[in-house]
């Protein structure tokens, strides 16, 4: 597992202490609530992870939720850790924007247009799914209805993902990250900023 709070060289962490728990089960959860200081705790030390992968070459391909375990130190949210996880689909690359073999594609709802439209893969496709898993973080809600097969996931990245950043702009919950999230989920992946930029943008945007 990569430890999101980024700290080299001792990034690369496996945990067994105290609770733990998967990031899907916590934005889920009625009885956990997440306040503006906790989901920025969680979207920072997250983009650290992604950075350090970057750093190194290395695309993980199946970011969502699921794939992101939390730490919990106590009760308080703002003290837990996230650490990314399930490496079975990473990758290594030349460059962000130089297209990598995808004979697995990562996972449905989170894999970004490019795969599925154009059957293109680069490491800025990290980044799309990135952005879909701080909507879900922040919104307790995927942007789009669950497929049911890759043909009605076609089908709805055609007719829909234009309209996500109007959806963006219309949730009150995400006023404060709508400028953010909406390039990272540009469907031109060169448009997509690199972890690093939303490293930087995140600290403008302390609550």
């Known amino acids: 597992m990569i430890n999101c709070t980024y700290n080299p060289p001792y990034s690369i962490h496996y945990t067994n202490e105290g609770k733990t728990s998967e990031l899907f089960e ?3 959860s009625n009885n956990i609530h997440l306040n503006a200081y906790a989901i920025h705790n969680l979207l920072t030390h997250i983009t650290r992870g992604v950075s350090f992968l970057f750093s190194h070459n290395i695309m993980h391909r199946d970011i969502k939720p699921e794939n992101i375990i939390v730490r919990q130190h106590g009760a308080n949210p703002c003290d837990w850790t996230p650490f990314l996880c399930d490496f079975g689909f990473s990758c290594t690359f030349t460059s962000p924007l130089s297209s990598v073999r995808h004979h697995r594609e990562g996972t449905q709802n989170y894999r970004a247009p ?4 154009f059957n293109q893969m680069t490491a800025m496709a990290d980044i799309y799914s990135l952005a879909i898993t701080f909507y879900a973080i922040i919104t307790k809600q995927h942007p789009y209805p669950e497929f049911r097969s890759k043909r009605e996931e076609r089908e709805q990245y055609e007719s829909s993902a ?3 950043h109007k959806r963006l702009a219309k949730n009150s919950s995400l006023l404060q990250y709508n400028t953010l999230i909406a390039p990272m989920a540009h469907c031109n992946p060169r448009k997509r900023p690199q972890p690093v930029e939303i490293e930087k ?3 403008y945007l302390r609550p």
């Open 114 to 117: 490019e795969i599925v439209l």
């Open 201 to 203: 943008q995140l600290k």
């Open 26 to 28: 916590i934005i889920t």
């Open 162 to 164: 234009k309209t996500f």
